[in-house]
Structures are given as C-alpha cells and as structure tokens.
C-alpha cells in the first residue's frame, strides 16, 4: 500500500521521534552531524523539522563525540541520550532510545526512528509517517526511495522489544524487511539523498 491521495487530519499523537545522531562520521572526516546547513548544522534541522511534528518526546541519542555535538542541542524540550557503545552500531543507538522511553509517564504508542544525515527530512514527512499509521491499520510505516524502504520510519509499540533486540550489524531497515506485511509505505523521493562523504556534502551544497 502507498500513501496516494491520503489526507487525514492528524489526531493527538502519542508518537514519539528518536534522531540517531551518535555515528563517527568516518567517511566524512568531520562530524557530520555539525555540517553547516540552511542556517544550523544538519542535526539542528532534524532537531527542528522533529520538534515542529506531531512528535513527542523528541529524543537525540549521541555517541561518538558526543561532549562537542551536545552544544548544538539547545532545545530545551529535546532529551540527549547518550549511548556508550555507539561504535557497536545504529542497532546499539536504537536500543538506547527506546530504552529510554521508559522514563516517561505518559505511554507511548508509537516511535519514529529518524537520522541527522538526511538533509530533506521535513516535519511534512514525519507528520505523514504518524498520519499513515493512525489511518492504515499497519504497525510500521516506512519511507519509501531508491526502490528501497527504510527511515524514517514510524513502528508500533509492539515492536518496541525487537528494536531494541537488533543485532550489532542491522538498522531499522532490518525490522522493515522482516515484517513486510505490516508496513504501509509513504512515498519520500528526497530520502535517498544522505550524506556520508565530502562528495555527498558538496553535491547537497550545489542544489541550495
């Protein structure tokens, strides 16, 4: 199924958002969640485009230089999470958000898992992703591009525990492809575009 022509107004949302932003940007040589970008840096616009979506809590898990990333999370309705063994993986990162879910009093029905390297992540996409999984019936919500599903991608709580089982090697996109015949699909072209080198940051630069 696809998201074509669906427009439903997006009731009071119980949806949580959980930004990886705790990779070490190795191919990158910089972090590239400080990247200068529309004004910030590419995690201030995924802070922002989260905090303007039907999402809450809005929780950042960091990791690998986690002390000089911190500075750039000066919202102060955003939840640092760090997550010690971020070299482990995006598996170990997830664990830790949901993890840390638990913490809150009011039960969360759901979770956006998103990352910071996606320059054209909007509230728009994110909004779309809580709309599609309170209209379709279906327990996981993914992106759709580049003929491939993958985040940012909205899961039930019933999937909690097996995000938070991930092996080391795996990402959300494993859970996706694990139960296909739960996910709804929302068409998003421009999440193919990521960036993870100096070339990918150039090009990104050439189209703004």
Same mark, same amino acid.
């Given at each position: ?25 190795? %191919?990158?040589?910089? @972090? ?25 809590? !809005? &929780? $950042? ?7 000089? &990333? ?7 309705? $955003?939840?640092? $999470?760090?997550? @010690? ?9 997830? %664990? ?11 039960? !969360?029905?759901?979770? !956006?898992?998103?990352?910071? +390297? ?7 996409? &994110?909004?779309?992703? =809580? ?19 993958? !985040? ?17 090697? =795996? ?11 739960? =996910? ?9 575009? +990521?960036? +993870?080198?100096?070339? +990918? ?8």
């Amino acid at each position: 199924m696809t998201i074509a022509n669906l427009q439903v107004e997006t009731a009071e949302s119980n949806v949580a958002i959980i930004i990886l932003a705790a990779g070490a940007s190795t %191919r990158m040589g910089t @972090p590239k969640q400080l990247l200068p970008y529309q004004g910030g840096s590419l995690l201030h616009h995924t802070i922002e485009s989260a905090i303007a979506s039907v999402c809450k809590p !809005v &929780i $950042v898990v960091l990791g690998a230089n986690a002390q000089h &990333i911190r500075s750039e999370v000066t919202q102060p309705s $955003v939840q640092v $999470v760090e997550n @010690p063994q971020w070299n482990l993986g995006m598996s170990a990162s997830i %664990r830790s958000g949901i993890l840390s879910l638990s913490t809150y009093s009011k039960s !969360v029905d759901a979770v !956006v898992i998103a990352v910071c +390297d996606q320059p054209f992540l909007s509230s728009e996409i &994110i909004n779309l992703l =809580v709309e599609a999984y309170h209209s379709s019936g279906k327990a996981i919500v993914a992106s759709q591009y580049a003929e491939t599903l993958g !985040v940012p991608a909205l899961f039930s709580h019933i999937f909690f525990s097996e995000l938070a089982a991930l092996g080391e090697t =795996v990402g959300a996109k494993h859970l996706i492809n694990r139960h296909l015949n739960e =996910v709804f699909c929302v068409p998003f072209p421009l999440g193919a575009v +990521d960036i +993870d080198t100096p070339k +990918d940051y150039e090009q990104l630069q050439a189209t703004i």
